[in-house]
């Protein structure tokens, strides 16, 4: 639940008008995203019915130099046949634009809805998408380091150690040798350009059994494929009482092999990475749970869910764990 | 800021099946109302574009047994060219349903934004429009009383009374002799009908200088409708300073009275009713503020801005002092 900055109606009227995109009719404070200001604007449009886009304001989260990459990398997808959100130019030319003294830009809006309830279905539909948006991007030009990988764990992991006892005893500990795991044995070469970074059901709308959009490209940077497969494999096909789905993974890759296939190096490096994408979620949520202000608006998420799934990939054999059918 | 109920999408698409009106295409919660949960949601519609329409799921603050009352209301009021939102109904007939185990309704979108810098062109389309409503509403056969009107206002004194101090020393014993004042002068016999009775900046839309609609109708009762008017001038008329503003007061007045004239008994009463309402507002508003939970999602309003307003009202001479021109 967000919309942490109030837009009068002047405001909004103005910055509309920066567009040609006729008259605002219409703006409404949405509760999704938990880092920024979102609206659902509509405009009188062109035919007889109002048309709907999104104005996003920056919030203090996202760094202001980022959000070419991210801007620039939505309409490369978008222009490539990738479901996401198009930012739209104003006249003067320029997408990223100013509202309220924070950075704003306006996307097009996406239909369907996110999938409250993940079924095998969903997973499919995800992997194929994620496949296709990794092979769309591979023409993208400009470039942002994940400096939430494996290079940015210990710096974060160092500002919650001394509390993380408050959270679950020895949790400092597993973690501390986890992560000295982790950065002994990351790859290094595996293939790699745009991904998303943070595709979790809340960011992918269906229209009945069909995908109809990606969005929120605000942590999108470049890194191994593999690894945005393993951040979907810890967001999708893990059950509420922490048991792990092997018929939606294999649905989820499956689907993505069949557009992007693996090599054998990302096979192989799959649990690792799943663990090191546990890792990730874990600490920025074990930071937000022993940051967040007393009364805040957004409940922080609780760290250890991803602690159990770090776990899960830690114990696994191999990628057949995954639901893999190494024939296919 | 509100969305206090989640709604899964499968949930959402079969409510929205038992309505005539296309398949679901998109829903987001939208921070607006503290009291109930709202979605905008948009439908495939029958033409080109999706059509818009709120899905509203009505929390425990609403009495289920008055939402007759509220829907029958607006359908009422729409039928007489009312622009406020319009119930729909399902293909059983039925425009109160049952969502997530609570009660809800879908009702059709009005297009325009709430005024969040009120100028005195706001407040002429207010009192015009608050007019006609009062004149639209005669013929509507249900009746509900006003249960935050004088006889309200001693329960909920005595809910606070104790600790007001906290908020302000000796608010307890002004309050009471306010009270005190206002259940001994409540007028008996002043025009009345269906008024709003919560018609706050936030639920006027305008498109541009043009009002476009009057929103949530939840507080809506048979009253005198001075006391409407009386609501207005609190929450439209003051300055952000607490100093009154003449000249809004005139076009509110104004443009009512153009559509429907006053009695000179309402206009004696009108200082009265302000000031009832003034205190009816700073009761709820200390209610809320001694009783919020530590860590709740919405904050609590201030009461003292009534206070303000209260102490104003009580001090005027008549009527004149709302810029009233006499001739008129």
Redesign the interface.
């Known amino acids: ?3 942490y900055t ?1 837009v ?3 405001e ?2 103005a910055f509309v008008a920066e567009f040609d995109i006729g ?10 995203g938990v880092e920024n200001s979102n609206y ?1 604007v ?1 405009t009188a ?1 062109t ?6 886009y999104i104005l996003t304001l920056y919030e203090k989260r996202v760094r202001p130099d980022d959000l070419p990459y991210f801007l620039g990398l939505m309409e490369h997808l978008a222009a490539r046949g990738i479901a996401c959100p198009t930012p739209l130019h104003g006249r003067d030319g320029a997408a990223l634009r100013t509202l309220c003294a924070r950075p704003a830009a306006i996307v097009t ?1 996406l ?7 993940v079924a095998p279905h969903h997973c499919a539909g995800l992997g194929q998408a994620l496949a296709e948006m990794h092979l769309a991007g591979a023409d993208f030009e400009m470039s942002r380091a994940n400096d939430l990988s494996v290079a940015g764990w210990r710096p974060l992991f160092q500002d919650s150690a001394a509390r993380a006892h408050e959270v679950q005893t020895g949790l400092a500990e597993e973690l501390g040798a986890e992560l000295d795991a982790l950065e002994a044995a990351w790859p290094t070469d595996l293939p790699s350009g745009v991904i998303h970074a943070d595709l979790f059901p809340d960011n992918v709308f ?3 059994q069909r995908l109809s959009g990606l969005i929120d490209f605000y942590f999108a940077c470049n890194d191994f494929f593999a690894y945005d497969l393993a951040v979907c494999l810890n967001a999708w096909c893990f059950e509420g009482d922490g048991s792990f789905n092997v018929t939606k993974a294999r649905h989820m890759l499956s689907a993505y092999r069949r557009v992007r296939p693996f090599s054998d190096a990302e096979l192989d490096a799959l649990p690792l990475l799943a663990r090191g994408s546990a890792l990730r979620f874990l600490l920025t949520r074990l930071y937000d749970w022993l940051h967040h202000p ?2 805040a ?1 957004v409940m922080p998420k609780d760290p250890l869910e991803y602690l159990g799934k770090l776990r899960f990939h830690r114990d696994v054999a191999g990628p057949g764990a995954y639901g893999l059918d190494w024939a296919a």
Chains 1, 2 share one sequence.
């Open positions: 639940m967000a919309v109030e009068s109606d002047d909004l009227a008259e605002l009719v219409s703006a409404k404070g949405i509760a999704e659902l509509q449009g035919g007889d019915a109002p048309t709907s809006f239909q369907g809805m996110w999938p409250k309830r269906f229209l009945g007393a009364g608006l």
